[in-house]
């Protein structure tokens, strides 16, 4: 079993974003630039492209492209920091934050569609399992 588990995870982290994406489709948005944006607003509007990028797990020049395509949808806007010249400060727009309402209730029907049958214990025992992972892998640096 344990060979198998990274294949699985992959499956369903691939499978989500597919769905996902087509479920966001009309919008004109993809899983990459809806989990951006969660990214953002969960994660405490005023972040830095650095900090969100380490937040996310991803390099910094994949985020400028989200970045880019958000802000040209009007959805996320750049501030100037005003502690550093150099940095920007990445805020969700009013329409930004209306347009997250949309994108979550859509993520959550899928959500519970792929979660169905399975029991708030499994699900927490999951969660815990990939927390426990993720600490691993911290150790390996």
């Given amino acids: 079993?344990?060979?198998?588990?990274?294949?699985?995870?992959?499956?369903?982290?691939?499978?989500?974003?597919?769905?996902?994406?087509?479920?966001?489709?009309?919008?004109?948005?993809?899983?990459?630039?809806?989990?951006?944006?969660?990214?953002?607003?969960?994660?405490?509007?005023?972040?830095?492209q650095r900090e969100l990028a380490s937040l996310m797990a991803i390099e910094n020049p994949t985020l400028v492209r989200l970045l880019d395509s958000l802000e040209q949808q009007g959805l996320i806007e750049r501030r100037p920091c005003p502690n550093d010249r150099r940095a920007r400060r990445l805020h969700l727009t009013d329409a930004g934050r209306a347009f997250m309402n949309d994108l979550s209730g859509r993520a959550e029907v899928l959500r519970e569609e792929m979660l169905e049958g399975i029991s708030d214990e499994e699900i927490e025992c999951t969660v815990k399992v990939f927390h426990k992972i993720l600490e691993n892998a911290e150790k390996q640096k």
């Fill in 1 to 48: 079993m344990r060979d198998q588990f990274p294949f699985a995870v992959a499956r369903v982290t691939r499978r989500w974003r597919k769905m996902l994406d087509e479920r966001l489709k009309d919008l004109g948005v993809t899983q990459a630039r809806w989990s951006t944006m969660v990214y953002l607003e969960k994660g405490g509007e005023g972040l830095t």
